[in-house]
């Protein structure tokens, strides 16, 4: 099965907050449990973790949909890595819709194939390929954004 850091850390990129990460990551390993005759005959209990976790935010946010979320404290940055850069990518990440963030996540982040990233997420490679270009150009936006703001070289 694939470590449960990975999969917190793919969890926080597409939810933006650590605690929901965790929170992501136990509905999947409750839904593993729940249904472990398949993870035991899966080819790559890994992939198939992986999979529940993404299918796990995705059904997180339809329920939410009509739901505002309560103002979170900012989490600190760690004192290795507080770049602005890293944190306007989370930023502009964050910007993303659900299902887009998750195929963005899952290509580029995972390092997925088009392929893969449709399996996963249960969608048409053709869709993949779309949201990906979508995805990215929405980034690039809210990137070029973050690199004309005073102060930025």
């Not at 929901?20 to 992939?47: C, K, T």
């Not at 309560?70 to 602005?84: C, I, Q, R, W, Y």
Request: proline share 7%; with cysteine.
């Amino acid at each position: 099965m694939a470590s449960q850091g990975h999969l917190r850390r793919s969890a926080y990129l597409l939810c933006g907050d650590w605690h929901f990460a965790e929170d992501l990551v136990q509905m999947a390993f409750d839904r593993i449990y729940r249904h472990w005759h398949r993870v035991r005959s899966a080819d790559n209990p890994g992939a198939y973790s992986r999979q529940v976790v993404y299918r796990c935010y995705l059904d997180s946010r339809k329920k939410h949909l009509d739901v505002l979320p309560l103002e979170h404290l900012p989490e600190p940055a760690s004192p290795a890595d507080p770049t602005d850069t890293r944190l306007a990518v989370l930023a502009a990440l964050g910007l993303l819709p659900p299902r887009t963030r998750a195929v963005v996540v899952l290509r580029y982040w995972e390092d997925l194939s088009v392929e893969q990233t449709a399996g996963i997420l249960g969608i048409s490679e053709g869709t993949v390929k779309s949201m990906s270009s979508r995805g990215l150009a929405l980034l690039r936006e809210r990137l070029a954004d973050f690199a004309e703001l005073p102060g930025r070289p």
